[in-house]
Structures are given as structure tokens and as C-alpha cells.
């Protein structure tokens, strides 16, 4: 019996590293995958210009 609960106990953690390993693959990929645009015409999204207010500014500034 005892050999069994072993047999059990180290295939359940293999199973669990194996998941672990997976997870952390997908999520390298996702994360350093190319992002570029695609053959069907859809445009990478660019990057938001900020731009100050025009005008007096009322109110509490940061200084």
C-alpha cells in the first residue's frame, strides 16, 4: 500500500509541475509573442498623444 500512496503522490505532482510549466509557457508567449498587424488590414493600435488644455486653468495645480 505504501508503494501505492507514493506512486499516487508523485504522479499527482508531476501532473501539477507539468500544469505549472504549460501556464508559464502560454504566458511567455502572450507576453514576447510578435503583435504585428495581420494579412486582413488590421492596424496595430498606436500610441495616445497627450496634449496640455488650452487656456486659463482654474482650480487646485500640482506643484
Known amino acids: ?6 506512486s499516487g503522490a508523485l504522479r499527482e505532482l508531476l501532473l501539477v ?3 505549472a510549466v504549460a501556464g508559464l509557457l502560454l504566458a511567455v508567449v502572450a507576453a514576447f509573442g510578435p503583435w504585428h498587424p495581420t494579412s486582413d488590414g488590421a492596424a496595430r493600435a498606436g500610441l495616445v498623444e497627450m496634449h496640455s488644455p488650452t487656456g486659463r486653468v482654474t482650480g487646485p495645480t500640482a506643484s
Not at 500500500?1 to 507514493?6: H, R
Request: aromatic share 0%; no cysteine; hydrophobic share 55%.
Open 1 to 6: 500500500m505504501a508503494g501505492e500512496t507514493d
Open 17 to 19: 509541475a507539468a500544469v
